[in-house]
């Protein structure tokens, strides 16, 4: 099975790398943890990544974060949001929104990549619960001790 990575994964691989840079664990260290099978990175997700680049408030921090962006998309692939994930996006929505437990749109493009494809979503801990409410995806979260189900 592969994974499909949400944006929340890797802001966490980001935050955990600055919170013990004195043990050499790098975000590149976190983010080899997440493959060790085949991994893809929704359109959306790109998208949110793109975004902190231009919020950045120095240009210098938006150069650090195009970097590790480029350097992630050299070997997780973007999938884009194709006409049959869009038709997958659309009954998620419907069934949630029947359920009243909606969750954003641009995570459900991330829950209906994964059920397209048939891989797991991998979150950060800040995310887990609200994906949780998608039927038939497993979620894996990044968690500072490694990947957990």
Known sequence: ??????????????????????????WNTWVGRMAAEPAVLPAAVYAELMVGVMLADTPERAAGRRAKIDALTVNVPIVDFSPMIAEEWARLFATLSRQGTMIPANDLAVAATARHLGYSVLVGPSDEAHFRRVPDVQIRTLTEEGLRL
């Open 1 to 26: 099975m592969g994974v499909v990575v949400d944006t929340s994964a890797l802001v966490a691989a980001e935050r955990f790398a600055e919170k013990h840079p004195a043990d050499g664990t790098t």
